[in-house]
Antibody, heavy 123, light 112 residues
Framework: QVQLQESGPGLVKPSQTLSLTCTVS??????????WSWIRQPPGKGLEWIGYIYYSGSTYYNPSLKSRVTISVDTSKNQFSLKLSSVTAADTAVYYC???????????????WGQGTTVTVSS | DVVMTQSPLSLPVTLGQPASISCRSS???????????LNWFQQRPGQSPRRLIYKVSNRDSGVPDRFSGSGSGTDFTLKISRVEAEDVGVYYC?????????FGQGTKVEIK
């Protein structure tokens, strides 16, 4: 049973870079069968798909965040990561990592989610 | 981006009674391969979202058969045939046809 676990600082100062890592257990990122996503949920609000990555390093970013987002993968550690630069209070959210099928499977959304990690942007 | 509009936003339901959630998209969700990539997620209080249904009507493994999805084009519905206490939470529709995939605002299901 694959499991995903987010990790990273819970507090980030405005204008700095938010950095999170998702560790995958019970399955290999390198299998090529899945895409690996980041999604966020501001307090009391809905869900926003930030972007996703394939084990090869191919990435797909939400255009609304593209200028500030970098998603990377480390297959040797079975991890993928999120960096969001120039953060403001509007980036305060619960950040989830998740898995979706590869190819057209990405369009079916995410079938496995991490527990989420709260990131607050504040000085 | 494709806008997903859910209604109602709040749905009080009596245990054992049916519930229905509507989701409308601002564009057709039919993809060039003929499939319609409309998905439903459940988020119980304090938990991560969980996918219930993909491609309009396909239930995920372990999802009770009291959950069903239907619809086409731009109009979709999630139905719970008989609401149980464990169904309390927020339900989101999500379209995957057009990048970026987008979610509805969520419908909060609660017990009367």
């Amino acid at each position: 049973q694959v499991q995903l676990q987010e990790s990273g600082p819970g507090l980030v100062k405005p204008s700095q870079t938010l950095s999170l890592t998702c560790t995958v257990s019970g399955g290999s990122i390198s299998s090529g069968d899945y895409y690996w996503s980041w999604i966020r949920q501001p307090p009391g609000k809905g869900l926003e798909w930030i972007g996703y990555i394939y084990y090869s390093g191919s990435t797909y970013y939400n255009p609304s965040l593209k200028s500030r987002v970098t998603i990377s993968v480390d297959t040797s550690k079975n991890q993928f990561s999120l960096k969001l630069s120039s953060v403001t209070a509007a980036d305060t959210a619960v950040y989830y990592c998740a898995r979706s099928g590869s190819g057209y499977g990405a369009m079916d959304g995410m079938d496995v989610w991490g527990q989420g990690t709260t990131v607050t942007v504040s000085s | 981006d494709v806008v997903m509009t859910q209604s109602p936003l709040s749905l009080p339901v009596t245990l054992g009674q049916p519930a229905s959630i509507s989701c409308r998209s601002s564009q057709s969700l039919v993809y060039s391969d003929g499939n319609t990539y409309l998905n439903w997620f459940q988020q119980r209080p304090g938990q991560s979202p969980r996918r219930l249904i993909y491609k309009v009507s396909n239930r995920d493994s372990g999802v009770p058969d009291r959950f069903s999805g239907s619809g086409s084009g731009t109009d979709f519905t999630l139905k719970i045939s008989r609401v149980e206490a464990e169904d309390v939470g927020v339900y989101y529709c999500m379209q995957g046809t057009h990048w970026p995939g987008t979610f509805g605002q969520g419908t909060k299901v609660e017990i009367k």
